[in-house]
């Protein structure tokens, strides 16, 4: 055991290149699907927040429930389209970088948009009435709200980042875990460990708990120095 | 938009009655104060008269219309301002009226200077003072140049100095033409400002006079309780 724990922090300390092209790609795929997912899941779940619209609490409670979406089940939907008979097989994007994005967008967007409507919400409930009287119609508060709320939605960001790299069922199935192609951190620990190889697998482990915590680190300073500069 | 006509008004959410039988008459000049003790439906009736309540009863006239057919802006007790300069906060809402962007600029700049704030048009809203707040608050609503401005409680919690700074505010504001219609709970305030008193109490107006009579000769037994800082109101506790 203690011969694997030094083999492991041996492999993180001296760079391993396996593990810095498997750290890349993890964070390449991970941060394309996070920025897709913001671009898509914050004006999403704001203007749920603030527009009135029928069936407006049954897509509240859908939404909140597919923040807990099985990650495989996004897999499977994902593979089916991309496959060669399913509507996009065409594009050849199956067992690609491409479509582990996709399968990660797909699990993230649910989760910022639940949680930006929640945040959003909670200030639409304070604003309401002065934006309201100013004349200030419900897709401009939308927007506006947005930027007022920017740095609370920071942390659906981070909800979103921790999804998706921490996510391994939908990249397996969609990308095949190819080596030097589409092996990502969470399959690569998974076929390490099933093979035996613990040291690797440690080492991964280690790197992707120091990541999340360095991105969620440098989120919060940035947080706290936006704060003092503008309140 | 006036005379004002408020006739059988009532606000009864859920079994509750806040107001009732509300009957009040206000022209289109100076100052109004509506006072009473907390709960006696001030700021539910300023929320009636905006148009984000809806009357359970009763009619609100504006001159033979059921609509203001001129500006209304309303100052809450705490100002919702967005996390933008101080700048930005008057301007957006002269922008959600449409115009020219070069004009919007120009009555930002000219109503800030007004308000004693021209000095902090960059800096974040947020990092405002109270005072300094309420007085932002004031300039957004005074920048979309008001027919009527309703204020609910504009300084309370704030200290004499920055009182006294949103006191001369109001007076400004309604020497450019605009009705105010104000609550507060501050009695040396409502001497100060207002031209008539509006006296509410049990949901509904026990008097409604000009302020110096209000002050000398209260009509109502509530009235009079209430100026002599009697507490026969009683807020029930449910259990």
């Avoid at chain 1, 300390?13 to 913001?38: C, E, K, N, P, T």
């Avoid at chain 1, 990308?175 to 460990?193: H, S, W, Y």
């Avoid at chain 2, 009040?24 to 929320?47: M, Y």
Wanted: aromatic letters at 6%; one cysteine or more.
């Amino acid at each position: 055991m203690t011969e694997t724990l030094f083999e492991a922090l041996r492999l993180v300390v001296v760079v391993d290149y396996q593990l810095l092209a498997i750290v890349a790609l993890s964070l390449r795929v991970s941060l394309s699907a996070l920025a897709i997912g913001v671009l898509i899941g914050v004006p999403v779940g704001a203007a749920i927040a603030v527009q009135r619209f029928p069936g407006r609490g049954a897509l509240i409670v859908v939404l909140n429930a597919m923040m807990g979406l099985p990650s495989v089940v996004v897999g499977v939907i994902v593979y089916l389209l991309l496959s060669r008979s399913g509507p996009f097989g065409e594009f050849g994007l199956l067992f690609s970088p491409a479509a582990m994005i996709f399968a990660q967008t797909l699990l993230v967007v649910p989760l910022i948009a639940a949680v930006s409507r929640q945040i959003v919400e909670d200030a639409w409930n304070d604003y309401a009435p002065e934006l309201t009287l100013i004349g200030v119609r419900r897709w401009d508060a939308v927007v506006l709200l947005i930027a007022d709320c920017r740095f609370s939605l920071s942390l659906a960001a981070l909800a979103g980042l921790g999804r998706a790299m921490s996510e391994v069922g939908a990249v397996m199935i969609v990308g095949g875990n190819i080596d030097g192609f589409t092996r990502v951190m969470t399959t690569a620990i998974a076929l390490e460990t099933s093979k035996g190889n613990l040291a690797l697998s440690i080492a991964l482990g280690m790197v992707l708990i120091c990541l999340i915590l360095m991105l969620n680190a440098l989120a919060y300073g940035l947080r706290c120095w936006a704060l003092r500069r503008v309140g | 938009m006036f005379p004002l006509r408020v006739q059988g008004l009532a606000f009864r959410p859920e079994r509750q009655t806040v107001l009732q039988d509300l009957d009040l008459d206000l022209s289109g000049d100076g100052i109004s104060v509506i006072l009473g003790p907390n709960g006696s439906g001030k700021t539910v009736l300023l929320r009636l008269l905006s148009g984000l309540l809806a009357p359970s009863a009763g009619r609100i006239d504006w001159n033979g219309r059921d609509q203001p057919n001129g500006r209304l802006a309303m100052v809450f007790q705490h100002p919702a301002l967005l996390r933008l300069s101080v700048f930005r906060n008057v301007e957006f809402a002269l922008a959600a009226q449409g115009g020219e962007r070069a004009a919007r600029h120009a009555r930002t700049r000219e109503v800030l200077e007004r308000v004693g704030l021209a000095h902090r048009l960059d800096e974040s809203a947020r990092l405002l003072s109270g005072g300094e707040r309420q007085r932002l608050a004031l300039a957004r609503a005074w920048a979309l140049r008001p027919r009527m401005l309703l204020l609910d409680e504009p300084t309370a919690s704030l200290d004499p100095s920055a009182t006294e700074a949103v006191e001369r505010i109001i007076r400004e504001i309604r020497t450019d033409g605009a009705k105010i219609l104000m609550t507060t709970h501050n009695l040396g305030q409502a001497q100060r400002l207002a031209d008539d008193i509006v006296f509410l109490a049990d949901g509904c107006v026990q008097e409604h006079v000009p302020v110096r009579r209000f002050f000398s000769q209260p009509q109502s037994p509530a009235a009079r309780a209430f100026l002599q800082g009697e507490l026969p109101w009683r807020i029930a506790f449910d259990r």
